[in-house]
């Protein structure tokens, strides 16, 4: 067991105690105290520091799908479009080869989350107004299209994506980073907003007229609720997360391709469903408790590959077969585990599935 | 009768026809509704009862004709601006948003109805005093879906109610009830139009009609076929032929003269 496996763990159980249902504060102070702490204090006892960061990458996934998925009910297919819009924008924006921008990152992010905003604004327009499969289907071939589409415009580089410089000191706020702590607190940051972003979301007038939404659309709007328009904002706000996850990733990784093991690979659009269903879908802390969690187990798999041959060959199966036992044991993701309704111990799982078998 | 009815008309039905494909629906359907009333809908299984509520709510458009609500044409609103401008209804099989507390249900109604003006925390508050005036005060922090159906069908009400609005359709809330709820649930929609709250009522329970209502409008095969206070239309005999069969005719005109 190395650092990086006992942070995994040390984050997913004080997530879940913050995620806590109480109503005594200290409760749930202290775990997100401790939490935030572990988190800042890592790249002093962490063993590979850039382990940790794509964890970030996955979270801000999964929080992005959390908004429209989560809250609003309408479980998007095709997150990978605006993952790989935002890496692209982040690319352009800094690259410093010729027909480039050679922006400084910060604009870059900036201009990845517009330019995903505004994407998702375009196309949320028509694809809104599908609901359940045919919403899905839909935005999984606008994930399609978009690797297409992209790969086909000359100024972005076409078949071979844009190289941008190699990050190997940086400055962050007020102090000059090393390559792996810099990226590991830039991804920090901007996870930290988002769970913001998604707590203030959760107790706001907007994020009641989503979850109604989700819940019934016809009495939403018999209620008074702009339908459309919740939608399509929160369509926007998960796309603008989701691309920044791109921008992230672009930047870490120097560069973007079109091709399919680029920013468009089915990893990054998987992911964000995965993530919040780990953790709990339409919650607060579900996506980041899921980011942890399943990267977690990925990455002790991947540790103990290394060493066991049956491991190796039987990765993705394990990897699977834990996702299923996960939606069978707890539909309601690892939150349910601290939620304060219904059964609890082994007559939660057993009630669980019951409810879930077809 | 202790609400009091205006010579406003509050909401006007004029001509409204209504067509799926080659079905006819609505053939043109015309009524009013003064304004402190509370008017009864009623017809066959069939009749268009829900798809008139479907287009007075905006849920649907009328294929041609106009509904008024306060003197503004509505038809082909969007259905959360006729929310808006003070119209609540509830649906027949009931939608509680499953997932979210009994409070929150309500709050959403309190938040976005009427003027779509009050924050979330306002709302919880005003939530908490409609779940006391329904009798669910209780369960308020208990999840929706743990209601058994009459908790259900007063979640409704109040999800409505929590919009103050100034006209309420409510689409067979008292269906399925036993006597004794019955009673209670009369009770509660009378309350409601005893604060001047404007009621539309779509019902099958006949006794409700009559106990109720001031006026009755009746439709059979998308057409009025009679309209007026609850004793004269028990005894119209179109109405007799469509709806009633002739025994409980006899029974419930006999119970409004009592």
Same mark, same amino acid.
């Given at each position: 067991?190395?650092?990086?496996t006992?942070i ?8 879940l ?33 850039s382990?940790?960061?794509p ?5 801000l ?5 959390n ?27 800094i ?8 922006l ?10 517009a ?6 604004l ?9 609901r ?15 690797q ?22 940086q ?11 810099y ?28 979850q ?45 391709s079109?091709?399919?093991?680029g ?8 992911l ?5 269903l ?5 919650t ?10 399943f ?18 060959d ?10 299923v ?26 009630d669980n599935?019951r409810a879930?078998?077809? | ?33 003064p ?8 017809g066959?299984?069939?009749?268009g ?20 609500l306060?003197?503004n044409?509505i ?17 027949q099989?009931v ?11 309500? +709050? ?6 009427? %003027?779509?003006? &009050? /924050?979330? $925390? =306002? ?8 779940l006391q ?8 922090d ?24 100034e ?11 036993? +006597? ?6 009369? %009770?509660?929609? &009378? /309350?409601? $139009? =005893? ?13 409700v ?22 004793s004269a ?16 005719a006899?029974?419930?005109?006999g119970?409004?003269?009592?």
């Amino acid at each position: 067991m190395n650092a990086n496996t006992v942070i995994f763990a040390v984050v997913v159980v004080l997530g879940l105690l913050t995620a806590r249902r109480t109503t005594v504060t200290w409760h749930r102070v202290l775990p997100l105290g401790l939490l935030t702490g572990i988190l800042l204090l890592a790249p002093a006892f962490s063993d590979n520091l850039s382990v940790l960061t794509p964890v970030f990458i996955g979270a801000l996934l999964g929080m992005g799908w959390n908004i429209i998925g989560g809250y609003a009910g309408y479980g998007s297919f095709g997150q990978v479009a605006f993952f790989g819009i935002g890496a692209y924008a982040m690319a352009a924006s800094i690259a410093t080869t010729e027909n480039f921008l050679a922006l400084p990152p910060v604009a870059g992010l900036l201009i990845a989350a517009a330019v995903s905003g505004v994407y998702a604004l375009l196309v949320g327009l028509p694809v809104l107004r599908l609901r359940g499969h045919y919403f899905a289907i839909t935005t999984l071939t606008l994930a399609i299209a978009t690797q297409q589409l992209v790969k086909n415009l000359d100024f972005l580089g076409g078949a071979s994506g844009i190289s941008t410089p190699i990050i190997r000191k940086q400055q962050l706020l007020f102090a000059e980073l090393d390559r792996d702590t810099y990226f590991y607190f830039l991804g920090f940051i901007l996870t930290a907003g988002a769970v913001l972003a998604t707590w203030w979301l959760s107790r706001s007038k907007f994020g009641y007229g989503l979850q109604a939404i989700r819940e019934n659309e016809d009495a939403a709007t018999s209620m008074g609720i702009d339908t459309t328009r919740y939608k399509l904002q929160a369509f926007i706000i998960a796309a603008v997360i989701t691309g920044v996850a791109g921008a992230l990733q672009a930047y870490l990784r120097s560069g973007v391709s079109p091709e399919d093991d680029g920013v468009f690979q089915i990893r990054f659009n998987l992911l964000p469903l995965i993530i919040p269903l780990i953790g709990g879908t339409g919650t607060v802390w579900g996506p980041l408790i899921g980011a942890f969690a399943f990267l977690g187990i990925e990455h002790v798999l991947t540790s103990a590959s290394g060493s066991s041959t049956f491991v190796q060959d039987w990765e993705r199966v394990i990897t699977g077969a834990i996702i299923v036992a996960v939606v069978l044991l707890l539909p309601r993701g690892l939150v349910q585990l601290v939620g304060s309704r219904g059964p609890r111990g082994w007559r939660m799982f057993a009630d669980n599935i019951r409810a879930t078998r077809v | 009768m202790s609400h009091v009815v205006g010579d406003e008309v509050i909401l006007d039905v004029r001509d409204v026809r209504r067509t799926f494909g080659g079905v006819i629906a609505l053939g043109g359907v015309s009524f009013q509704v003064p304004r402190g009333s509370i008017t009864g809908l009623i017809g066959p299984n069939g009749s268009g009862k829900t798809t008139l509520v479907n287009i007075i709510s905006g849920m649907l458009r009328p294929t041609s004709g106009t509904v008024m609500l306060k003197g503004n044409d509505i038809s082909g609103t969007a259905a959360h601006k006729i929310a808006r401008m003070g119209l609540a209804r509830t649906f027949q099989v009931v939608r509680p948003f499953a997932n979210m507390t009994v409070r929150e249900n309500v +709050a959403v109604g309190a938040m976005f109805g009427g %003027a779509n003006r &009050r /924050s979330a $925390s =306002e709302a919880m508050e005003v939530a908490g005093s409609v779940l006391q005036k329904v009798g669910l005060g209780a369960r308020a922090d208990a999840p929706a879906e743990e209601l058994a159906i009459m908790g259900r069908k007063r979640l409704e009400l109040a999800r409505a109610l929590a919009s103050q609005p100034e006209v309420l359709l409510l689409d067979e809330v008292l269906a399925g009830l036993r +006597a004794g709820e019955l009673e209670e649930a009369i %009770a509660l929609v &009378r /309350s409601v $139009s =005893e604060t001047g709250v404007t009621i539309l009522i779509i019902e099958h329970v006949l006794k409700v009609i009559v106990s109720l209502c001031d006026e009755v409008v009746v439709i059979n095969r998308g057409r009025k076929i009679a309209e007026g206070p609850p004793s004269a239309v028990m005894r119209n005999q179109a109405v007799i032929d469509a709806y009633l069969g002739h025994r409980a005719a006899t029974r419930h005109s006999g119970a409004a003269d009592a």
